[in-house]
Nanobody
Framework: VQLQASGGGLVQDGGSLRLSCAASGRTFSRYRMGWFRQTPGKEREFVAAINPSGGSTYYADFVKGRFTISRDNANTVYLQMNSLKPDDTAVYYC??????????????????WGQGTLVTVSS
């Protein structure tokens, strides 16, 4: 599976962005997909994940109610980000894992990673 993230950019405090992650490979539908983010000097952190069927989603506490993860049947996963804050400024990465357990936020379990897309939220 190869992943290509896009949709980052500059947005004002309170604004919205939608990130996309296009996956290649016919087995995309079998993977749990996740979004992570990283700011300089900090560890990369979990943001959201969605199961292969799309029926279950998981979020970090700091994005609940503001971000929504979704996926379609065309090999794309999305992260709709609303009410953005300057603290959301980061490089956002999409990732795929074949592990379905409860450890949806464990980076080491994700087999494939996209290149990252930069989101900048100005105050």
């Amino acid at each position: 599976v190869q992943l290509q993230a896009s949709g980052g950019g500059l947005v004002q405090d309170g604004g919205s962005l939608r990130l996309s992650c296009a996956a290649s490979g016919r087995t995309f539908s079998r993977y749990r997909m996740g979004w992570f983010r990283q700011t300089p000097g900090k560890e990369r952190e979990f943001v959201a994940a969605i199961n292969p069927s799309g029926g279950s989603t998981y979020y970090a506490d700091f994005v609940k109610g503001r971000f929504t993860i979704s996926r379609d049947n065309a090999n794309t996963v999305y992260l709709q980000m609303n009410s953005l804050k300057p603290d959301d400024t980061a490089v956002y990465y999409c990732a795929a894992t074949s592990v379905y357990g409860s450890n949806y936020n464990v980076q080491a379990l994700y087999n494939y990673w996209g290149q990252g897309t930069l989101v900048t939220v100005s105050s």
